[in-house]
């Protein structure tokens, strides 16, 4: 395509498409109710648990009230927040109705403004208990919904499959992040999560719906993962994000340090990402 004389073509982004200059939002004149997102993919390693930490952190950074949830039993969420989760509550004691009242689960992190729900092993347990009781798939959106007001925002970190535990997230949800991974494997099961979300809209859950695909790992000198990018794009089109997590040695340091690469390593280009995420949600709506 010829371009006019005078007129410069926009600068395209790692999707493909112009990049958009999301601006930095608003202080918030209020805080609440709560907009519940859940962090969701049947694939381990795709980049949950990292981007619920530090989108988290992010949002804090912008004013937001923020409460993590960590929703696996391996814990990691919380590990990387350095928050203790032995001899301790948590969300397990929640969802097992233990009485255990949800503001004794809540821990506050390093970051002001972002508070954690921490998880242990005992996690795992929670399927079987949960399996015969009344309304199942509900039992997390009666938990969050008693300290929904004191949220801007809920992160719930979903372990890697699609069994109880996250049916019960995307019931409590009011939308659904799919981090994905910029290699094939990843973008093989997206299809089948996105059908799920869509039996849960039909049975369970009629507001949830699809925030946005998130590209992570992405790493613009291989060609698969340019390749990878560009199918997902193709397939999904506007759904999946402008903002592009790309691979960093930073985000796993900033794991073993126990804090958000916010905090580990503020000024560079992963950190501003990151923060380009949670500019773009909140641009998008997806976060007040």
Partial sequence: MTELPGLEAPELGPTG?????????????????????????????????????????TLAEYGRRVLAVDFDPQGALSAGLGVPTHDVPTIYDLLLGTNTAVVDTIVPTSTPGLDVIPANIDLSAAEVHLVNEVAREQILARVLRQVSDKYDVILIDCQPSLGLL???????????????????????????LVETIEKVRDRLNPAIRLD?????????????????????????????????????VKLPDASVAAEPVTLFA???????????????????????
């Fill in 17 to 57: 498409r112009p990049a958009s200059v999301f601006p930095e939002p608003a202080a918030l004149k209020r805080h609440g109710p709560a907009r519940i997102i859940a962090l969701c993919n049947q694939k381990g390693g795709v980049g949950k648990t990292t981007t619920s930490i530090n989108l988290g952190a």
């Fill in 166 to 192: 996250t049916i019960n997230a995307l019931t409590a949800a009011h939308g659904v992040l799919i981090p994905l991974e910029c290699e094939y494997f990843a973008l093989r099961g997206v299809a089948l």
């Fill in 212 to 248: 946005g695909i998130l590209a992570t790992m992405y790493d613009a000198r291989t060609l698969h993962s340019r390749e990878v990018l560009q199918r997902v794009v193709e397939a999904f089109g506007p759904q999946v994000l402008e903002t592009v997590i790309g691979r960093s």
């Fill in 266 to 288: 503020p000024e560079h280009a992963v950190t501003e990402s990151y923060r380009q995420l949670a500019r773009e949600l909140i641009a998008r709506g997806a976060v007040a």
